[in-house]
């Protein structure tokens, strides 16, 4: 059965719009869909990390943030990242507001200047990210938004779930057929919904020793392939 259903998979593939057009709506239809997913070590690193200043005047946060910036980049570098792998995510300077409260009104005075500077760090070596996060938070880093993790190619491991996906939706046609006493004559449609690699790690900050670096675990990346199917039916 699943060898006749591939091939009409295959049939219906090649004359997509013939077939759709020769379909009634009437014909009886069974519709399912199956996921499939898949992990892969990742390959890589992304720590977001930058310096908060704070400053009477906007001049002052600015120069006060970058002379710290130039410490974060300069660790970076020690630390052994790139400088195609730094890449500047944020910068922005901003008024800090007190507000004066007094009966039906609140009135908002401008009481200094907060400048935001964050770069992003590529870490190649997944098991060096406590030991970059640890130079960069020693060089002056007091805002740290968090790591992530990818890998560069997972379209193979993508495609494995795919397969995965589809010879399990194929099962479960002719489960259904066996089930309901009925024959597949087919699959009038196909399509898919799929994830790439989703961040699946612990970063635990904790108190350590000053030889210790900060423990982050990378976990695994996982994939997902999402595929339905309209079977048609002969009853």
Known sequence: MIRALITSTALVASLAAPSFAQAGESEPTLSLS???TVQIAP?????SSGVVTRAETAREAVRA????MSQVFD??????????DMQTSQL???PVYADRRQPNQVE????????????????RDTSRVGQVID????????NINGVTFGAENTDDALDNARREAIAALLAKAELFADA??????GIRRMGESSYRPQPVYEARMMSFDDSASTPVAAGELTLTATVSADFCINQ
């Not at 943030?65 to 710290?68: D, G, H, I, L, R």
């Not at 908002?108 to 870490?123: D, F, H, M, P």
Request: charged share 20%; with cysteine; hydrophobic share 45%.
């Open 108 to 123: 908002l005075t401008i009481i200094g200047y907060e400048t935001r500077n964050q770069v992003s760090a590529k870490v």
């Open 65 to 68: 943030n970058s002379a710290a």
């Open 135 to 142: 130079a960069m938070v020693s060089a002056g880093a007091n």
């Open 92 to 94: 922005s300077v901003s």
């Open 180 to 185: 309901a006493g009925f024959e597949l004559c």
């Open 34 to 36: 199956e996921s499939a």
């Open 75 to 84: 660790a970076l570098r020690r630390a052994g990242v790139d400088n195609e």
């Open 43 to 47: 390959e890589f690193a992304t720590v």
